[in-house]
Structures are given as structure tokens and as C-alpha cells.
T-cell receptor, first 113, second 114 residues
Framework: DQQVKQNSPSLSVQEGRISILNCDYT??????FLWYKKYPAEGPTFLIS?????DKNEDGRFTVFLNKSAKHLSLHIVPSQPGDSAVYFC????????????FGPGTRLSVLP | KAGVTQTPRYLIKTRGQQVTLSCSPI?????VSWYQQTPGQGLQFLFE???????NKGNFPGRFSGRQFSNSRSEMNVSTLELGDSALYLC?????????????FGPGTRLTVL
């Protein structure tokens, strides 16, 4: 059973609008979350993280929201740009001192000009 | 600063063979993690090495093993290859282990098992 779920395999958004990527998890012990972006033929690139002591973290156009009671987090990209078109992975960990992250299956975002 | 490098980039093997993949982390990084990426399963954690010691291990059979050298370079070995081992194997390095620790991924090694 998947511990980290990204139920939308793909998402299309118009340039300049908001992109919202969602992620749900089942393990209540997860307390640290990350989002990665992956272009074809490249390794994933770290985007933004959030720990369970916060419910929001912002970095430029990217904002991650965490709702611990709902075991849900989301990544908002505002405004969306064509260069944001990529696969976005949500990852979660309950291990403060290691790298044992559980990744979701990814959501392919297409930003249309 | 050079990024994470992985060699080889592409590899074709047959069932029953073994394979060794190499990862050189960013200079100064001491933690190296390995991941398997397949279309059906997404990214799955294999193991993490920190200062030559395996710190974490995912749910993979014993055919998957690794090691880390004193210069932080890491190798991953898969013995008795199976068709299902065909995947993109990604290596990630980070400066230390810990909260808020950012991982930097290499481009991956694409392994095809025939």
C-alpha cells in the first residue's frame, strides 16, 4: 500500500495561473516533507521542504502547505511558467537523521503558454 | 562546484549477471543515498551511506548491496539480475544527515536487463 500518494498523474495549467499539486500520506509518523521537480533525462531537483512544526513554507513562487490532521500537503506555484513543466514528486520521512524518504508516484505538470 | 556524477549512464545486462554502479557525491558531502525509479513504483529508497557506514536501508532484497569509500564515493551492486531490476538508479548526496537536509541528485544510471 502506498504511503505517499499523488492522485493526479497529470495536470495542465495556463501560463500565469496558479498550479496546485496535491499529496496525501498515510503514515502519521511522517514529520518532514519535500517536493522535487524532475525534467526528462535529469535527476530530481529539490524544490522546497516543510517540517511538521509548520503549516506553511514559502520560497519565491513556490509555497507548500501542510495539513497534519488531514495528512495532506500541497505545492502552489504562482504564477506558473512554461519552464515549470516537469514531473513533481512529493516525499516524506519519519527519520530525522537519515535519508529514508518515501516518494509519491509523481504528477506531471504542463504549463501551457 | 561539480554536481553528483554517476557512471555508467546506460547499461545493458542479461538475467543472472551482476552489475556495479558508481556514484561520486558533491565534494564535501558525506551522505550518499540510492534510489530506484520505475514507471510503476516511482522512486523507491534503497539505502543510505554516511561516513562509510550504512545508515538506512529500504525494502529491497539482499541482492542489492552497496558500500561507501573513505572519499565518500559509493558503489551499488546488484547480483543475479532479474528482468524487474530494469530501472533508472539515482544517487543523491547531501552534506550531512538530518532535518532540513537537502539532497542533490545525479542524472542516474539506466539499467536494462534482457
Amino acid at each position: 500500500d502506498q504511503q505517499v500518494k499523488q492522485n493526479s498523474p497529470s495536470l495542465s495549467v495556463q501560463e500565469g495561473r496558479i498550479s496546485i499539486l496535491n499529496c496525501d500520506y498515510t503514515n502519521s509518523m511522517f514529520d518532514y516533507f519535500l517536493w522535487y521537480k524532475k525534467y526528462p533525462a535529469e535527476g530530481p531537483t529539490f524544490l522546497i521542504s516543510i517540517s511538521s512544526i509548520k503549516d506553511k513554507n514559502e520560497d519565491g513562487r513556490f509555497t507548500v502547505f501542510l495539513n497534519k490532521s488531514a495528512k495532506h500537503l500541497s505545492l502552489h506555484i504562482v504564477p506558473s511558467q512554461p519552464g515549470d513543466s516537469a514531473v513533481y514528486f512529493c516525499a516524506a520521512s519519519d527519520d530525522n537523521y537519515g535519508q529514508n524518504f518515501v516518494f509519491g508516484p509523481g504528477t506531471r505538470l504542463s504549463v501551457l503558454p | 562546484k561539480a554536481g553528483v556524477t554517476q557512471t555508467p549512464r546506460y547499461l545493458i545486462k542479461t538475467r543472472g549477471q551482476q552489475v556495479t554502479l558508481s556514484c561520486s557525491p558533491i565534494s564535501g558531502h558525506r551522505s550518499v543515498s540510492w534510489y530506484q525509479q520505475t514507471p510503476g513504483q516511482g522512486l523507491q529508497f534503497l539505502f543510505e551511506y554516511f561516513s562509510e557506514t550504512q545508515r538506512n536501508k529500504g525494502n529491497f532484497p539482499g541482492r542489492f548491496s552497496g558500500r561507501q569509500f573513505s572519499n565518500s564515493r559509493s558503489e551499488m551492486n546488484v547480483s543475479t539480475l532479474e528482468l524487474g531490476d530494469s530501472a533508472l538508479y539515482l544517487c543523491a548526496s547531501s552534506a550531512t544527515s538530518g532535518v532540513y537536509n537537502e539532497q542533490f541528485f545525479g542524472p542516474g544510471t539506466r539499467l536494462t536487463v534482457l
